[in-house]
T-cell receptor, first 113, second 115 residues
Framework: GENVEQHPSTLSVQEGDSAVIKCTYS??????FPWYKQELGKGPQLIID?????GEKKDQRIAVTLNKTAKHFSLHITETQPEDSAVYFC????????????FGSGTRLQVQP | DGGITQSPKYLFRKEGQNVTLSCEQN?????MYWYRQDPGQGLRLIYY???????QKGDIAEGYSVSREKKESFPLTVTSAQKNPTAFYLC??????????????FGPGTRLTVL
């Protein structure tokens, strides 16, 4: 089955700096890669996703890049703000068979004011 | 309001008891999922259902059971056979398009503690 690895497990940045979180996946058939933000005690919320037919997607301060050859994808947050502090999860799935997501282990992002 | 609701928010279970976690959605989604989250870890799939009256085991189904009698509802029962049930349980739902993966939306979660 699919295996998703996520790094780093914790990340601390100064307000206004950029943050980058990286994930690798094992199943070359995976073609959908969402990123979720989870605040303490709450359910994950989708912040951005990318499909394998594009290499990059951007939404204001957040961007995701995908390298299908290397089987890795990354989340980029620019101009970080204290409210960006949360746990971020990457995930992967494919269009055939089981469509449930396989998640990375999460990155705790702390933005220092 | 549209969305996914889970109840209760907190649940306490004694050893040997079965408990049922509720998940309801009014998004007209065909597919529903149950995940388990342990502290400092990612989410792991327990069961999923892509259509009413059908469901499949996920990666950690042992000690759990589900039903899908209505499109809107996907309750999860944690049985006494689950040896380490203390965790945060998350329900999700999505459309079930035939040719592409649809976005999964999550409920607020139920925190289960075994006393």
């Amino acid at each position: 089955g699919e295996n998703v690895e996520q790094h780093p497990s914790t990340l601390s940045v100064q307000e206004g700096d950029s943050a980058v979180i990286k994930c690798t996946y094992s199943d070359s058939a995976s073609n959908y890669f969402p990123w979720y933000k989870q605040e303490l005690g709450k359910g994950p919320q989708l912040i951005i996703d990318i499909r394998s037919n594009v290499g990059e997607k951007k939404d204001q301060r957040i961007a995701v890049t995908l390298n299908k050859t290397a089987k890795h994808f990354s989340l980029h947050i620019t101009e970080t703000q204290p409210e960006d502090s949360a746990v971020y999860f990457c995930a992967a799935s494919k269009d055939t068979g089981r469509r449930a997501l396989t998640f990375g282990s999460g990155t705790r992002l702390q933005v220092q004011p | 309001d549209g969305g996914i609701t889970q109840s209760p928010k907190y649940l306490f279970r004694k050893e040997g008891q079965n408990v049922t976690l509720s998940c309801e959605q009014n998004l007209n989604h065909d597919a529903m999922y149950w995940y388990r989250q342990d502290p400092g870890q990612g989410l792991r799939l327990i069961y999923y259902s892509q259509i009413v009256n059908d469901f499949q085991k996920g990666d950690i189904a042992e000690g759990y059971s589900v039903s899908r009698e209505k499109k809107e509802s996907f309750p999860l029962t944690v049985t006494s056979a689950q040896k380490n049930p203390t965790a945060f349980y998350l329900c999700a739902s999505s459309f079930n398009s035939p040719y592409s993966t649809d976005t999964q939306y999550f409920g607020p979660g139920t925190r289960l503690t075994v006393l």
